[in-house]
Structure formats: C-alpha cells, structure tokens
C-alpha cells in the first residue's frame, strides 16, 4: 500500500542519526550483511541474524518508526514470529483482541460472526497493533539482543543512494546529514517497502494488477462506548465510502477505512472538514470523535519475478505487494523474515550452499503468490469491476442474511495465514501413514497446548527433532514429548499415528516426518532441508 | 458428474416456473434473481467437479 510520505516525529526518533567511523574509512568498510529499511520486516531480519550471531549493519533514511497506524492486523503466525524473537509479550500486553464481526449491507446488518478461534494456541487468531509499536517493540528486542552481545547495528539519517551489485556482493552509496560514503556488503537485503529505491536502482520489474479505487483512512478516537468488533459496510447507506471497515486499535483509536473512489482529489479528501464529513455521515451526528492520523492510500497486486538477484534478496513489500484486504503485507513480510533469516545465517556460518537461498525465492513466491490470490478475490468481492460481479456480489449479500449457505462466499478479507510449502525442495517426501494433514512437510507448526506451557517455544529456532511417543537417541536438539490420545498435540501430529518423529526447521516448518526414527533417513532429510546435495 | 441428459419429471412445467419468476421485474431484479438462483443451486450440487463442467457447458454458446 502506497501511503504519503512518512516523516518521523521527534518522540519516535529511536535511532537518531550519529556519525559513525565508516564515514572517515580510507576504503570503504566491509559489511557481511547490509539490510535496507527499518520497517517490521528489516527491523525482524536485523534481528533474526544478530540473534544467531550474524553481524549485521541495518540502514534506514528515517531515525526511528514512521508515523501513522498502517500496518494494524498482526496475524498468529506474526505474534509465534515475534515471540522466537523476543518481542511477543508487550506485542500482546497492548494489542486489541477481537472475535465478534458484523457485516452490513446498505442499512441493514446482514449478519454477524464469531471467529471462535482454535483452542490449543499460546497466541490468539490475531491482534490490532498500531505498526510504530510492533516496530518499536523490534527496536527495543535488538537493543536487548546488543545488550547481550549481538552484533546488529542500526544507523539512522542513513539512505541509500547508489548500488552496484557484482558476484561478490555490492558497493552501496550511502547519504548522510554529513555527506556521502561508500560501504561493500557481502549480502544485501532489501526491506525498503513497495516502492523500493533498491528494487529501482537494480532496474527490476515488479508487475501486476493495478486496482483502480483509493482509500481513505482515518483514525479516530471516539467519546462513546463502541464495542470491540469489526463493522464492515458494503454500499452504506451513509454514502461516505463505497464500502467502509470500522475496527479497533489500541489507546481507544478506530480506524475507519472509506472506499471514495479513483479519481480523487487527496487534497481535497484529506481537508479535516471533508474527513469530518464522512466519519459524521457514518457514525451519526450524535458521536463526537477526535481525528488522530488519516492517509490515503491505493494499491496494486504484484510480486517481482525473483526474490533472489544474485547476493541482493528482496523481502516485504519491496518483493511483493497485496491489498490491504486480509492483513497480508506486514504478516508475510515477518514470514519473509522468518524464511530467510536461518538459511543465510547457515550459508554465511558455511553449514549450508548458497543454493539454500533459492528455496526462500521459491518458497516466498509461492507464498506472495497465495496472498495476491487471497487478497485479489477479496478486492473484487469488495469492490467488484463489472455490472455482473456486482450482481453476484449483492445477490451473495441477500442470501447471507437469511441463508447460511452464503456466509462464507461474502468476503470482507480473508484472515492471513502462514503458507505451507507444498512442494518445496526442502521437504522430503511425507512418510507418516496417517498423519495429519495440517502438518505434513512444508506445513508451519501449529501451536499446541503442553502440560506445561505451549509447543512452539519448545521447538526453538534450530534444527530440531520433535518426537511423539517415542524416544530417539540423536545428536540433533530433540523435544520428546507424550502426546495422550485426545490432546490436540497428539490431533495435530499424530492422527491416526500412535507415534512419529518430525524434523522442524529453524523457522519451525515441518521438514519431514517418519513412523519412527531412523538416523540415516534423519541425517539425509537434514541435508535436503539445507540445500545440501546427497 | 454433471448430467446432461433429460433429468426434469416435467420440463414444461419448470420452464414456465422459470419465466414465471421473471414476470413484472425489471432487467436489474431479473439479473439478480438469476445471481440468486445460481448461487442457490451451486451451493446444492456443491460437488466443485460437477460445477466447473457445468460452467464450461454454459460458456459454450452453443
């Protein structure tokens, strides 16, 4: 999503600029790995690969966390991420909780739903988190993580201008408030959002479906109880947005999303008197609200052809953009994170190829092209592109309210979940008779309940082996557990398996998984798991 | 397995059932009864093999 420039206010300055001994380098200093942007996703990676003892140097032109909302929808997956980071809790201390939705069409509340979420998980279905906290969060991690020897570095006021990429890695051009300098990264990782300088200063593509509508966001804390739900209108009766979201953020904020359109005025739009006028004509003259932050915003569906280019990668938005329909970009950019961020410590460490880095090009395009799926049909439920789509669209709204065949066509956004990685080279072959599907080779871990506490901590961010009801004597990290019959951690790894054994990977995807532990068919899944040749 | 041979018991009888439901609706409410009704009747037949033969059945004008 592409909003107005951000500019970081003072209070948000984490990282103020501060001339640093590169600058005064006689030839230009020498960096393993150099990531661009401190968004979610190069503020994660930063501190996925410091975390395992990567140096690494991160670069943002801004100083600290942008401005504005943004990013608000923090999927399980992201808060399991987030919490192998060391950063979960206060994501979850301040996020907003929500299960109860209500989708209206025209004036008349169509019908509503419980997400009833899972039993079984440390984390809940998601949160609402405004961006600048969940990236303060990260930045408070990494200082936690120097704090303790890792070596990551953020430099702030630091903007990429120039980038000559050879075999060996790159020369970057770097600007700063006293000049320009010259740096050589072994590996280049750009996470500078859909836009990317990087992305442009390669000269790459990035092609995909261009949606020709905008959005107006405007955040706004309301003087009056409005329970914790999500409200979405389609065609409201109120007329201030084609189809209009209501959802609930922390500190008493709501951000209100209108659909007003393509040929739009943003000028015009984002004037605080027109603002008001919407928000007034939705929530009634009765409400008095304040306005904290609006934007507008379009966006596309696309993904560039690799992720890969050599020894610069691409994760977040700079590789792919989605709409904002399902909470797809932030969410798969930390999952971008999370792939990556094992493999080119492996690769760097020299416990793996370097053709382990084409399995995050494979398995992350793969994912992007599932989200632009996910999100693209969303787009054209919500705002449909011909007279016919319109039909269906408003027939499959009539029947929803008295039908409940109908309720899952409607489609106000589908809730982001973590690709599994069918086919991957990584995976081998399932070899679990009866296991479960939901965690076959490529799958994510689902959480499950302990007696003790919950799974995923357990699982770490190493090769680890998992086993089930048995006991294997292996060099590799291993968590034995008993799984009863009846515990959903025996529902969802053993199924009709009375025991097994998986190999989990570093970002706690299922590698593979046997009836029993056999070490030779261990050691040669770990070498495939790791771009290795047997 | 979609069926393509005769399956109604009274064929006359439904087609007029059908035009029927149409009588005294403008074109837009026509188009969206017939939105309605497909929805309808895909959620019964369900089977997504069935549907996709179905759907290219009826792309073909004839």
């Given at each position: 999503?592409?909003?107005?420039?951000?500019?970081?206010?003072?209070?948000?300055?984490?990282?103020?600029?501060?001339?640093?001994?590169?600058?005064?380098?006689?030839?230009?200093?020498?960096?393993?790995?150099?990531?661009?942007?401190?968004?979610?996703?190069?503020?994660?990676?930063a501190l996925?690969?410091g975390r395992?003892?990567?140096?690494v140097?991160?670069?943002?032109?801004?100083?600290?966390?942008?401005?504005?909302?943004?990013?608000?929808?923090?999927?399980?997956?992201?808060?399991?991420?987030?919490?192998?980071?060391?950063?979960?809790?206060?994501?979850?201390?301040?996020?907003?909780?929500?299960?109860?939705?209500?989708?209206?069409?025209?004036?008349?509340?169509?019908?509503?739903?419980?997400?009833?979420?899972?039993?079984?998980?440390?984390?809940?279905?998601?949160?609402?988190?405004?961006?600048?906290?969940?990236?303060?969060?990260?930045v408070e991690a990494i200082r936690r993580a120097q704090a303790e020897g890792a070596p990551i570095e953020i430099?702030?006021?630091?903007?990429?201008?120039?980038?000559?990429?050879?075999?060996?890695?790159?020369?970057?051009?770097?600007?700063?408030?006293?000049?320009?300098?010259?740096?050589?990264?072994?590996?280049?990782?750009?996470?500078?959002?859909?836009?990317?300088?990087?992305?442009?200063?390669?000269?790459?593509?990035?092609?995909?479906?261009?949606?020709?509508?905008?959005?107006?966001?405007?955040?706004?804390?309301?003087?009056?109880?409005?329970?914790?739900?999500?409200?979405?209108?389609?065609?409201?009766?109120?007329?201030?947005?084609?189809?209009?979201?209501?959802?609930?953020?922390?500190?008493?904020?709501?951000?209100?999303?209108?659909?007003?359109?393509?040929?739009?005025?943003?000028?015009?739009?984002?004037?605080?008197?027109?603002?008001?006028?919407?928000?007034?004509?939705?929530?009634?003259?009765?409400?008095?609200?304040?306005?904290?932050?609006?934007?507008?915003?379009?966006?596309?569906?696309?993904?560039?052809?690799?992720?890969?280019?050599?020894?610069?990668?691409?994760?977040?938005?700079?590789?792919?953009?989605?709409?904002?329909?399902?909470?797809?970009?932030?969410?798969?950019?930390?999952?971008?994170?999370?792939?990556?961020?094992?493999?080119?410590?492996?690769?760097?460490?020299?416990?793996?190829?370097?053709?382990?880095?084409?399995?995050?090009?494979?398995?992350?395009?793969?994912?992007?092209?599932?989200?632009?799926?996910?999100?693209?049909?969303?787009?054209?439920?919500?705002?449909?592109?011909?007279?016919?789509?319109?039909?269906?669209?408003?027939?499959?709204?009539?029947?929803?309210?008295?039908?409940?065949?109908?309720?899952?066509?409607?489609?106000?956004?589908?809730?982001?979940?973590?690709?599994?990685?069918?086919?991957?080279?990584?995976?081998?072959?399932?070899?679990?008779?009866?296991?479960?599907?939901?965690?076959?080779?490529?799958?994510?871990?689902?959480?499950?309940?302990?007696?003790?506490?919950?799974?995923?901590?357990?699982?770490?961010?190493?090769?680890?082996?998992?086993?089930?009801?048995?006991?294997?004597?292996?060099?590799?990290?291993?968590?034995?557990?008993?799984?009863?019959?009846?515990?959903?951690?025996?529902?969802?790894?053993?199924?009709?398996?009375?025991?097994?054994?998986?190999?989990?990977?570093?970002?706690?995807?299922?590698?593979?998984?046997?009836?029993?532990?056999?070490?030779?068919?261990?050691?040669?899944?770990?070498?495939?798991?790791?771009?290795?040749?047997? | 397995?979609?069926?393509?041979?005769?399956?109604?018991?009274?064929?006359?009888?439904?087609?007029?059932?059908?035009?029927?439901?149409?009588?005294?609706?403008?074109?837009?409410?026509?188009?969206?009864?017939?939105?309605?009704?497909?929805?309808?009747?895909?959620?019964?037949?369900?089977?997504?093999?069935?549907?996709?033969?179905?759907?290219?059945?009826?792309?073909?004008?004839?």
């Amino acid at each position: 999503m592409s909003a107005g420039a951000a500019r970081t206010p003072p209070a948000l300055r984490l990282y103020p600029y501060a001339r640093s001994a590169d600058q005064d380098a006689d030839t230009p200093a020498r960096h393993p790995v150099i990531v661009i942007g401190g968004g979610p996703v190069g503020l994660a990676t930063a501190l996925d690969l410091g975390r395992k003892g990567v140096p690494v140097l991160l670069l943002d032109e801004n100083e600290g966390v942008g401005e504005g909302s943004r990013a608000i929808c923090m999927a399980k997956r992201s808060l399991e991420i987030a919490d192998r980071l060391g950063c979960a809790a206060p994501m979850i201390a301040r996020g907003i909780v929500w299960n109860l939705g209500k989708v209206f069409h025209e004036d008349r509340k169509v019908y509503e739903f419980n997400l009833l979420p899972e039993d079984g998980h440390a984390f809940p279905a998601f949160i609402n988190l405004q961006q600048p906290y969940l990236e303060t969060y990260l930045v408070e991690a990494i200082r936690r993580a120097q704090a303790e020897g890792a070596p990551i570095e953020i430099r702030g006021g630091n903007r990429l201008t120039a980038l000559a990429p050879d075999d060996t890695g790159a020369t970057l051009t770097v600007a700063t408030p006293d000049g320009d300098h010259t740096l050589r990264a072994d590996w280049l990782i750009a996470c500078d959002g859909a836009s990317s300088p990087t992305r442009t200063m390669l000269g790459l593509d990035f092609e995909g479906r261009v949606f020709r509508d905008s959005f107006l966001i405007a955040d706004v804390t309301m003087k009056a109880d409005f329970p914790t739900e999500r409200w979405f209108w389609f065609e409201p009766a109120h007329r201030a947005g084609a189809s209009t979201l209501l959802h609930r953020q922390p500190d008493g904020v709501w951000r209100v999303d209108f659909q007003i359109g393509w040929d739009v005025d943003r000028d015009h739009e984002l004037k605080p008197e027109n603002v008001r006028r919407r928000l007034t004509a939705m929530l009634g003259p009765e409400i008095d609200y304040d306005i904290v932050w609006t934007s507008i915003y379009t966006f596309q569906c696309r993904r560039m052809r690799r992720f890969r280019h050599g020894r610069t990668i691409f994760a977040g938005d700079s590789a792919h953009q989605v709409s904002p329909f399902g909470a797809r970009g932030a969410n798969s950019g930390l999952q971008d994170a999370d792939n990556l961020a094992w493999k080119l410590a492996m690769v760097l460490r020299g416990e793996a190829p370097e053709a382990l880095l084409d399995s995050y090009d494979h398995e992350r395009r793969q994912a992007a092209d599932e989200n632009i799926a996910a999100s693209t049909r969303s787009t054209d439920f919500i705002t449909p592109k011909s007279k016919v789509s319109h039909t269906f669209r408003n027939a499959v709204l009539a029947l929803a309210g008295r039908h409940a065949f109908a309720r899952p066509l409607v489609n106000s956004g589908r809730l982001s979940t973590p690709c599994t990685h069918d086919g991957s080279p990584l995976n081998t072959p399932d070899a679990l008779p009866g296991g479960p599907a939901r965690t076959r080779p490529g799958s994510p871990c689902p959480d499950a309940t302990l007696e003790d506490g919950f799974l995923l901590p357990r699982l770490g961010d190493r090769f680890t082996l998992l086993a089930l009801n048995i006991d294997p004597d292996s060099d590799l990290p291993c968590v034995a557990l008993f799984a009863p019959p009846g515990s959903d951690l025996a529902a969802r790894y053993l199924g009709a398996a009375r025991q097994a054994l998986y190999l989990v990977r570093p970002d706690q995807h299922v590698a593979a998984r046997w009836p029993s532990h056999d070490p030779d068919a261990v050691a040669a899944a770990l070498k495939r798991a790791t771009g290795t040749p047997c | 397995m979609l069926i393509l041979t005769p399956n109604l018991p009274d064929p006359d009888g439904f087609y007029e059932a059908l035009i029927a439901a149409h009588d005294g609706l403008t074109e837009d409410e026509s188009a969206a009864l017939n939105a309605r009704l497909i929805l309808i009747l895909a959620n019964h037949i369900g089977d997504p093999d069935t549907l996709a033969e179905a759907l290219k059945t009826a792309a073909d004008p004839g």
